[in-house]
């Protein structure tokens, strides 16, 4: 390169010129064709040039066509240690010596010799040196001249030989240039690899859930060596949207690739034995710092090319960036689904207590768990209170709601036998068996009891169609929420009890008169008729008197109990005051009531002791009348029995508007 000063320079559109408006690059390009003609060979490169000689030589002929004495019959090029590697055969042992005493004194060489025509003729052997100062001879070229021709000066020889060297030198320069060009093109590849592989390793430590993960390794691998099939057997009980993730049973796989992988948390490959249809297999772990979590299993098809060791490393060092990130993004997982069981815990359980009503909490519960867990379906049962059987309180399958079982039978009654949860991976697999499973199809189950201190007082049912549906953690999850629906499930019991009791009358066990009064109001606004016992035990103070209030107590709930056991079950019996008692029986008229009435009076008179009568009037309403009280319909009644009381006692009485 030129030298001048840097005021003799300008910038111009980004190209650096001289003052003479000659671009700077003239220079460069002078430069580098002089570093590249300085460039030259050493002898360690010698038993590498053959091919060049050979081209250098047919160039050579080429440029040479026209001169009589330059053309392959007549001239042979040797290589340096004598070796014929192009041009006309002849007696290659003197032309042995001929190329090792031209290259000793780096001079042409001339021999006498006889052609195969018997002809005598003259071979001259002249070195090829190297640029360099040494002057290292690196080859011979030999010229072949029948001695009656005329023979060329050796000036002329020598100059051919130049002329050779300049076409050698120009493939040498070629593949130089071409050798470079080559490293370029790897170190760009390599650069634009590395780059790539930087891109895949930030794009996955930026991916913050688990199924990014492994989708873009699955990508990325791909996309390097889209010719591999790749599977990664996970060792975690978890599910995977991904086809290509399958689960890792190390009992099934004996001592495969990927076990041995798995075991020794290292890469594993099994090069094929046979030529025919094998593969080779890779098991390369998928590894964080607190574990194996899983391995990829990749083969190379039959015919492929083998994997370069630089390929296996590149998935080596892709496989652990995608153990960190799997590992960090399953830390981040667990630490949401953490916060999102605590969360859900604290919803439910704020909800849960909003509502004293048992049916209320155990519906809520119901569908909540079959949300949660996304089960498909749902059943919680209880143990009656003689503990000998459990009912199903709330299901979304219609055909077990109310139903009740053994206490010992199917899955349930194991949980309730035991007290401790149950989880099935695969019904099919088990031995007991549970109508809750076979009705539903299921396959995958969880069940928990609900414990009331201490003691399983129901169970909590949970399944799914499919098989390993349900993880450990879904298990730990729902015997968290068990107590707590089951705090829930005994607050709305002792809150429904403190309410039975708040409507009770103590003694007689029958129900309080403004419960009936509440039942009659919330009937009449629904029911299209509905009928009024009102029930008097006759000269009840001279039953006091004569046998003690203690005997006269006994009396009432005799009569009571004779109430209970001859009306429905729907029918509401109440103590109404002192010795009366009021039975609200909706949906029936007069005449059916009347029946109900005096099977009453005839049992009360059969059955008691000492013997009592009672008196019975008897009231309705229905749609069509004018006016609908329950203040009307109690009045009715109680004239119909004040009217069976004065007409002698022991007798019942309808409501003259009724007869009417």
């Excluded at 036998?417 to 031995?431: A, L, W």
């Amino acid at each position: 390169m030129s030298e001048f000063s840097t005021t003799d320079q300008q910038t111009l559109g980004g190209t650096t010129v001289q003052a003479s408006g000659a671009p700077l690059f003239d220079d460069i390009e002078y430069t580098s064709l002089a570093w590249l003609q300085s460039m030259d060979m050493t002898p360690y490169d010698f038993p590498y040039i053959n091919q060049l000689l050979v081209q250098g030589y047919r160039d050579w002929l080429q440029q040479g066509n026209g001169i009589p004495w330059i053309h392959e019959q007549c001239t042979a090029v040797f290589n340096f240690a004598g070796v014929r590697v192009a041009g006309k055969e002849e007696d290659d042992d003197e032309d042995l010596g001929l190329v090792e005493r031209c290259c000793f004194s780096r001079e042409i060489e001339v021999s006498q010799r006889k052609l195969r025509d018997g002809s005598p003729a003259l071979v001259y052997m002249v070195p090829l040196l190297c640029r360099s100062h040494k002057r290292e001879p690196f080859a011979a070229l030999r010229f072949t001249r029948p001695a009656r021709q005329l023979v060329p000066e050796p000036d002329t020889f020598l100059a051919a030989a130049l002329h050779f060297r300049s076409c050698f030198y120009s493939k040498f320069e070629h593949k130089f240039i071409e050798d470079i060009l080559s490293m370029r093109n790897r170190n760009d590849h390599e650069g634009r690899r590395r780059s790539i592989l930087f891109q895949i390793v930030k794009r996955m430590h930026d991916k913050i859930d688990v199924e990014g993960v492994l989708d873009e390794v699955f990508d990325s691998i791909a996309y390097f060596f889209p010719y591999m099939d790749i599977t990664l057997y996970m060792s975690q009980d978890r599910h995977s949207r991904n086809p290509q993730v399958k689960p890792l049973l190390l009992h099934e796989r004996d001592d495969d690739v990927c076990v041995r992988a798995f075991m020794k948390g290292q890469m594993t490959v099994n090069e094929p034995v046979g030529t025919q249809n094998e593969v080779t297999e890779i098991g390369i772990p998928l590894r964080g710092k607190q574990g194996v979590y899983g391995v990829f299993h990749m083969t190379l098809p039959s015919g492929s090319d083998h994997m370069k060791k630089v390929d296996v490393e590149l998935i080596a060092m892709m496989a652990d960036t995608a153990g960190t990130a799997f590992e960090n993004a399953k830390l981040l997982e667990q630490s949401n689904v953490l916060i999102h069981e605590l969360r859900l815990i604290n919803e439910l359980v704020q909800r849960l207590n909003q509502s004293l009503k048992l049916n209320e909490v155990f519906e809520f519960a119901m569908q909540e768990l079959l949300k949660m867990f996304m089960a498909d379906y749902c059943c919680i049962v209880q143990l009656d209170q003689q503990e000998s059987c459990y009912t199903v309180t709330s299901s979304n399958v219609e055909l077990l709601r109310q139903h009740s079982y053994p206490r010992d039978d199917g899955l349930a009654g194991l949980v309730c036998k035991t007290g401790e949860p149950v989880i099935v991976s695969d019904y099919r697999e088990g031995k007991i068996s549970s109508q809750f499973m076979d009705l539903t199809g299921s396959l995958s189950l969880m069940a928990v009891p609900m414990k009331n201190n201490g003691t399983s007082r129901g169970v909590i049912l949970l399944s799914s169609k499919l098989p390993n549906f349900f993880s450990y953690d879904n298990y730990k999850m729902l015997q968290m929420l068990a107590p707590h629906i089951g705090l829930a499930v005994t607050n709305a019991m002792l809150h429904a009890e403190v309410g039975r009791l708040a409507n009770m009358d103590m003694l007689t066990g029958l129900y309080a008169r403004h419960y009936v009064d509440q039942f009659i109001q919330q009937h009449q606004k629904k029911d299209f008729c509905g009928s009024l016992i009102l029930v008097d035990i006759d000269q009840f103070k001279k039953v006091n008197d004569t046998y003690g209030h203690q005997t006269g107590d006994e009396i009432l709930k005799s009569v009571s109990a004779i109430v209970r056991t001859e009306t429905r079950e729907e029918d509401v019996c109440a103590r109404w005051g002192g010795e009366e008692l009021a039975i609200y029986l909706p949906q029936l008229g007069v005449q059916q009531a009347l029946q109900y009435a005096e099977k009453i009076r005839y049992c009360v008179q059969q059955e008691t002791e000492p013997r009592v009568t009672v008196s019975c009037g008897i009231a309705e309403w229905n749609w069509l009348d004018e006016h609908i009280s329950i203040e009307s319909l109690f009045y009715r009644a109680d004239m119909a029995l004040y009217e069976a009381k004065n007409e002698g006692r022991n007798r019942t009485v309808i409501d003259h508007e009724a007869n009417a």
